[in-house]
């Protein structure tokens, strides 16, 4: 692995437990995959509030949508089969639909262009008001017309991976969820992978949890329900690991795989332009756009309690998946946060050695600030900041303890001097960026709660 690329993974971590501590998330999971291996997996916080339990990598989590690539991924494997073709319609395969849905292919279902229902008259099911749909009661749905013209825009629908799956049960004569296990999730590698709830005895899983509003705390979402004949659109419980390395194996250039180059190409080209995105794009079963200049794919996902995003940039044959376990998860913003890291780092290279030393987060009353080697700089970033590195100042090392600012924004200290400042014991104590006097958090915890702390306040008549 490039040493860039271990730089930026270190930080990203770094990063994101700072930001799940201040935000008061309950846990995370992040895992990294690098040329089909696992690099890195990272945990951080509770996986239940009320028990107080670890989490750790090898907790699950409902990945929600992220079902449905796995979805998308089967059928690509019927049609290497010939077993199914992309230009069939589902009436071909499912009875009972209403004509206008019977007619819609498996391409435009696949891609959220069969203008097809989003979920139903009632989408209690994903607000935990009532229990995932089950197979007749899909079929019932089913059976009303498309919402608008097939064939028109993107128009995303989990019922219409809900008739996906019912269309594998029709050609395999299988449940679907046997034969996604045998067929995609087995030979895949992925040993903490399933396509529903309830799971194994004793693997480890992750509980969701509520807003703090309105109720003013967090509760705990079991998140254990069956999603039934949902499933294929959003069943899936996975490891970080597992997510991250499965959609490692949809890049085109991927050394192994599940399906053909010419199967993950399908799967990940653009077939329709999101509405109203930047540079957001969906292809057959994953979504796709352009950051900093690195064309990426992947799935976003929210379950009752669960908010996950994975990422896998071909251009650097990485994949990573990020599993937050709260209904007001922040794994979309720290998923574009981690990009911006990363092309920090593959466009400054790795910190060179007599830099090294100089990372570390320190604290005034503002607020947390990094110090982060790259390249050549050591760049001063602000963790609270969605993209850390933002307006980041520079600092040109000029000695052991010494520096300047060597570029800033234009409100900041340009051009003035930097210095660190060590103990008796030669530590580091505290440092100086031009009149700015950051110190350890401890030290600053101790001097809010100095001068700032309340006193006992008289009760309010």
């Not at 292809?283 to 976003?300: C, E, I, M, P, Q």
């Amino acid at each position: 692995m490039d040493n860039w690329l271990r730089s930026a993974i270190d930080y990203i971590g770094s990063w994101i437990e700072f930001q799940m501590t201040t935000i008061q998330q309950p846990g995370v999971l992040v895992a990294f995959v690098h040329r089909g291996e696992v690099v890195a997996e990272q945990a951080f916080g509770l996986a239940n509030l009320d028990t107080g339990e670890k989490l750790t990598p090898r907790h699950r989590f409902r990945i929600a949508s992220h079902s449905k690539s796995f979805t998308s991924a089967g059928i690509m494997k019927l049609r290497e089969q010939r077993r199914i073709r992309l230009d069939d319609t589902v009436g071909q395969y499912v009875g009972g639909l209403h004509p206008r849905v019977a007619e819609t292919t498996i391409a435009q279902v696949l891609s959220h262009s069969a203008g097809l229902t989003r979920d139903g008259a009632d989408s209690g099911q994903f607000i935990d008001r009532r229990a995932y749909l089950n197979a007749n009661e899909l079929r019932e749905e089913l059976k009303r017309p498309t919402a608008i013209e097939s064939g028109t825009r993107f128009k995303y629908s989990n019922h219409g991976f809900g008739l996906i799956g019912l269309v594998i049960e029709a050609v395999t004569k299988e449940p679907y969820a046997s034969w996604i296990r045998r067929e995609i999730i087995g030979p895949a590698g992925l040993r903490e992978t399933e396509p529903d709830a309830p799971l194994p005895r004793g693997a480890r899983f992750a509980r969701g949890h509520t807003r703090k509003v309105p109720f003013g705390e967090r509760c705990v979402i079991p998140g254990d329900n069956p999603a039934h004949a949902m499933a294929s659109a959003a069943g899936f419980v996975a490891t970080a690991a597992d997510t991250a390395r499965f959609f490692a194996q949809l890049s085109p250039n991927a050394k192994t795989s599940v399906l053909s180059v010419a199967s993950r190409r399908e799967m990940t080209r653009h077939h329709w332009r999101i509405p109203q995105s930047v540079e957001g794009y969906y292809g057959l079963g994953v979504n796709a756009g352009k950051t900093d200049g690195w064309d990426w794919f992947g799935h976003s996902g929210g379950f009752q309690g669960y908010i996950s995003r994975t990422c896998s940039i071909p251009a650097c044959e990485l994949s990573i998946s990020i599993l937050s376990n709260s209904i007001d998860g922040a794994a979309p913003f720290w998923m574009d946060g981690a990009m911006q890291i990363l092309r920090v780092f593959q466009t400054r290279g790795a910190p060179d050695r007599r830099l090294r030393d100089w990372t570390g987060r320190w604290w005034t009353i503002w607020g947390a600030t990094d110090l982060v080697p790259a390249g050549n700089r050591v760049l001063v970033a602000n963790p609270q900041f969605n993209n850390p590195f933002m307006d980041a100042a520079e600092i040109e090392v000029t000695g052991r303890d010494s520096g300047k600012l060597a570029w800033t924004a234009g409100y900041a200290s340009h051009g003035e001097p930097v210095r660190r400042v060590r103990d008796k014991r030669g530590k580091i104590s505290d440092i100086w960026i031009a009149g700015a006097n950051v110190k350890p958090e401890k030290v600053v915890s101790r001097e809010i709660a100095r001068k700032y702390k309340p006193r006992k306040r008289r009760p309010t008549p």
